[in-house]
């Protein structure tokens, strides 16, 4: 369903430039109608309003049934700081944060993680901007899983492509819950978007290849 919440998600990111439409090529190699580049956001007012809408959905899904919240690097640094004030400031809901490091530090205090240090038995969610084919999952286990003991329960982000993967079976979404019992959250799917330019009397061409794409490529 689109709500109202959705809909000014998906404008605050047309108005931002990260949500575009044309025809773009995507990692896998598909010819896409629409084309979602999170580099795209740049002020202050931005990430905080990002922060605002991460950190409700954060609070509808878990409220604070959580111990901490974890940003892969790069993108996830920023996301994870902006939600984390933004859930204290809204609701205060005031849970510690902490991202990864590329390269581990060999000086000074040392390690990969920067901010909290998890400890066994933690609940910890992922706080990321996209999901493709679930490889940053797939990387950011092991990193959290090496730290402690700690149990990966939801992971949150911007938009939920619903695309299959090579198999052409299950989207990464599909996949992450299977593979690694996480839940994934998006603040809006590929079919809020399609109802949104519906709504909002878009050219036609750009809908009917939204159709085409999502009916070759998208499971729901």
Known sequence: MLTQAKKEFIEFMMGADVLRFGEFKTKSGRLTPYFVNTGNYRTGAQIAALGKFYAACIREACGEDFTAMFGPAYKGIPLVTAAASAL?????IDKPY???????????EGGSLV????KDGDSVIIIE????????????VPILKAAADVKVTDMFISVDRCEVGKEGV???????KEEFGINVHAIITV??????LSEHGTDPALLASMDRYMEQYCRF
């Not at 204290?88 to 205060?92: A, P, Q, W």
């Not at 902490?98 to 000074?108: A, L, Q, W, Y």
């Not at 901010?115 to 998890?118: A, I």
């Not at 299950?170 to 992450?176: G, Q, S």
């Open 88 to 92: 204290s400031t809204l609701y205060g």
């Open 98 to 108: 902490f991202f990864n490091r590329k390269e581990v530090k060999d000086h000074g």
């Open 115 to 118: 901010g909290y240090q998890p």
């Open 129 to 140: 901007d996209v999901i493709t084919a679930g490889t940053a999952v797939r990387e950011t």
């Open 170 to 176: 299950k989207t990464a979404v599909m996949e992450v």
């Open 191 to 196: 079919r809020d978007i399609r109802e949104y």
